[in-house]
């Protein structure tokens, strides 16, 4: 198994005696699996075998299975005349005719009515139902068959994307690491400027207070903690992406994961590079996860 997108189309078709059979699928995003089937009368029997047959394939999506079946041949329909209903509209139409000038009916009109002409198809044993029923699910089978490899073209092309987002999301973390920004030298010139500007003011300062505030402010911009969470997640994410199951619910939790360490790298920075760098890491991110709601 390779990962899969949730959306695809697929389309299959067959013959049972004289039915042509043809089924249309078509896939698209979901939380789960919905299986929607539009059945034509008399093959309700069928229902549950197939809804079975696309649980059994698929872990997610809504997908909505349409069966068409039609009869290829009229040598088993017999043809019949309602002539109780043809003899009303005959004498309806020569009463019209008399009372109001209407031009006389003809016999191709009459019987072209709604109910005149009935065709009766022949009616299957069970044999032959069952026959019937086993060939529906075969041609179901077929498009199954190909809905899926619809859904891993569409997954591996999703997947290229996405690991070209998750190079992008690592150059961007390894970005901000190198950021000059964050040298100590860097943090120590401005906190000198902020605390020379503070003097120049002229107020009274706790040096004390004034150097426990330094070192809290220093500690509060460290991003170190969020530089090594966005590298796990890349490995992580990397991981998956190599699988061969269903990932589409562990990169949408860690997508989030990623937006949350690029909220707080943003919030933690106090330069002007650096929140930059999160702001674009948010767009990245953002456009990651767009795609992971695609996969199943």
Known sequence: MTIESMTGFARASGQAGEDRIVWELKSVNGKGLDARLRLPPGFESIEQPARQALQKT???????????????SSASTAVTV?????????????????????????????????????????????????????????????????????????????????LDQIDRIESLTERAAADPSRDPAAIRARLADQVRLLLETGAPLDEARLNAEAAYLATKADIREEIDRLRTHIASARTLLAGTSAVGRRLDFLSQEFNRESNTLCSKSNAASITAIGLELKAVIDQFREQVQNLE
């Open 58 to 72: 698929f872990q997610r999506g809504n997908i909505y299975a349409n069966l068409t079946v039609a009869r290829v």
């Open 82 to 162: 309602n002539e109780t209903l043809l003899v009303e509209l005959a004498t309806l139409a020569q009463r019209l005719e008399q009372d109001f000038g209407i031009a006389p009916a003809r016999a191709d009109g009459l019987l072209a009515l709604r109910g005149v002409i009935e065709l009766q198809e022949s009616i299957l044993d069970d044999d032959a139902r069952a026959g019937r029923d086993a060939a529906v699910l075969s041609v179901l089978g077929e498009a199954l068959a190909g809905l899926t490899e619809a859904r891993r073209e569409e997954g591996q092309a999703l997947k290229a994307i996405m």
